[in-house]
């Protein structure tokens, strides 16, 4: 009985989800003609509130698709220091996009309409870079899943429009964001030009993400999709898989929100320390010496990430069942 709570990324499908994939049907979708994509793309523009979708193999391109977007080489985005952009995607955005990251400090990995006025440069100065673009994340994968509520988003939102700034969202767990918040995830997205989410994490499907914004934007963004190597043909075998996740596994992600709740009550009570907020399903933990607690749990059968020395990190995801939560929260209690 292996555990693995190192991400919701290692999710499998379920098998309501293999059979949808199984009978998609497909076709060739660079040429526009797979009917799978299509659906999985108007579907999820229509739960976001927006125009159009664009289907992606991964989040990581849907961000630097979102970025080339709304950009031109040499502008300048506000985005916070600890943005999964920032640590996890191989500097895309300079390397490949050519633009210049102004980031936000904190812990939470969130930003503010201070933060925004603080950092925004209109280019006018000769020596400067202009401001052009406002990325948030929602929610935080390095804040502990820390999210952005509706209130929050439409202060930046109002901002962005005030100094004409376009607004990404790196919406990766965006449901989990939407069920936090108790609100549909189209309220979330309203105020952004672009946001991408991520089929592969806590829903479930194997692979795929889905920017979603104006027909004009996306249809700028499959060019630039396209360039990236992006373009696949018979992608409605996946499609079928976000399809099924988006239509069926939603409400789950609720399950993992309380589990985090649950493991995080119990522990405290038993002097463990969380030094982040645990509103979704992400828990980081401090503990004397994280890689040695890794080792430690993974011969229990119980596998985790260390982020720091002294931290680790736990995902609950739709994969664990009652009776492993019940293992592994009895397994910390006995290490406490």
Known sequence: MLIDLRSDTVTKPSPGMREAMAQAEVGDDVYGEDP???????????????????FNPTGTMSNLIAFLTLTNPGDAVILAEQAHIIHYEVGGLTRVANILPLTVPGILGKITEEDIWARYNTGEDVHHAPTTLVSIENTVNRGGGAYYDYEEVSRIGRVCRQLGLKLHCDGARIFNSAIACN???RYLAEPCDLINFCLSKGLGAPAGSVLCGSKELIQRARKFRKLLGGGMRQAGVLAG????ALKHHIDDLRKDHERATIFR???????????LPSPTNILFVRVPNAPKFVQTLQEKNIL????????IRIVFHR??????????LETFIKLS
């Not at 799978?36 to 664009?54: D, P």
């Not at 994969?319 to 592994?328: A, K, P, R, S």
């Open 265 to 275: 009550r119990t522990l405290e009570e038993k002097g463990w320390f969380f030094p």
């Open 36 to 54: 799978t994509v299509i659906e999985l793309e108007q579907y999820s523009a229509e739960l976001l509130g927006k125009e159009a979708g664009l």
């Open 183 to 185: 609100i549909e995830a």
């Open 304 to 311: 985790i990430n260390a982020v720091l020395d002294d931290y």
């Open 319 to 328: 994969d664990i069942t009652d009776t492993q939560f019940q293992y592994v």
């Open 241 to 244: 898989g976000g399809l099924y």
